[in-house]
């Protein structure tokens, strides 16, 4: 039967396996390289072959899923499914699963730019490791008490969105969702500037939790009651601005608020002011624009995958 117009449900236990694949394979990656490589090795590389594998999972995990218990179906069925397994999962358990997943992307970061002994052995490493294990924790389970209190009542309905419905939504959330960063941002600065070694370390993790705070805090009175499971958005002009304002605006106010913590100081002069405008537009349009690109392309991967089905 030809799997033309639908998109492929991964099953339950095949997402779990998935999951704990890549926890596993992001611990592991950096001291398995630096084994590998001894003094060749790079910070670069292990960055890269972190992008390269979740690349790689993406398209093996759609090309064996269907040996699996995964299905071809409609989106909105896929979404429906999606949405009533994410509210069936007990929260505890929900909560350990992003957590795990939070501490395996920041401890896998860490060990990828830090040796394991140095990780393990220095009282510096130790710091910085149980420092991320906190604001993963904290991430992990603020960003599943949010989800649950957002989606708890949300309907899956596969009509078009009624005409401005997203805009008036994005009218709705961005204010707050700015709001959120401004102010994890500003805390985080304000905190960062007390501390003289590691301030940056500092700055990124106070930002992250004041900032997970105040998204559970303004986000969580504006439930999402219809979730629109139209093919619309799906090409690279509609994901573009989505990715931008959602993704490129908070990345550019994180590099100026962490530029401002090395410099202990905010931009002074015209010409500091200038610099400060230029590499935030830039971070903005670069950020958004990779977001919005890989978003795209996992979408043609999946396109090709079940037009190639039968």
Excluded: C
Aim: zero cysteines.
């Amino acid at each position: 039967m030809s799997t033309t117009g639908l998109v492929l449900l991964k099953s339950r236990p095949h997402r779990s396996y998935e999951s704990l694949f890549f926890i596993i394979f992001m611990l592991a990656i950096g001291p398995l390289l630096r084994a590998a490589l001894g003094d060749s090795y790079s910070v670069i590389f292990g960055l890269l072959a972190a992008l390269v594998f979740m690349f790689l999972e993406v398209k093996v995990s759609a090309l064996v899923a269907p040996r699996f218990g995964g299905e071809w179906v409609s989106r909105e069925q896929q979404i429906s499914s999606l949405l009533a397994d994410q509210l069936a999962t007990p929260l505890w358990r929900d909560i350990a699963l992003r957590v795990l997943t939070f501490i395996a992307l920041l401890a896998g970061f860490l060990l990828i730019i830090t040796p394991f002994d140095q990780v393990v052995n220095s009282p510096a490493g130790r710091e910085n490791l149980l420092l991320y294990i906190a604001v993963a924790i904290f991430g992990g389970g603020t960003q599943g008490l949010l989800l649950r209190r957002r989606l708890s009542g949300a309907v899956v309905v596969s009509d078009e969105p009624p005409n401005g419905e997203v805009r008036a939504r994005l009218r709705r959330i961005l204010p707050r969702y700015y709001a959120a960063w401004a102010v994890g941002i500003t805390v985080g600065m304000l905190v960062a500037w007390q501390f003289t070694d590691q301030s940056t370390l500092v700055f990124t993790a106070a930002s992250l939790v004041v900032l997970q705070i105040f998204l559970v805090v303004l986000l969580s009175g504006t439930p999402i009651r219809s979730i629109f499971a139209s093919q619309t958005g799906s090409s690279f002009r509609s994901l573009l601005p989505v990715s931008v304002l959602f993704w490129g605006v908070p990345m550019a106010l994180f590099v100026s608020g962490s530029r401002i913590v090395d410099a202990h100081k905010f931009p002074n002069t015209v010409s500091e002011a200038v610099l400060a405008l230029v590499i935030a537009l830039s971070v903005t349009a670069f950020s958004g624009g990779a977001l919005g690109a890989m978003i795209y392309w996992l979408i043609r991967l999946n396109d090709a995958r079940r037009q190639g089905a039968v």
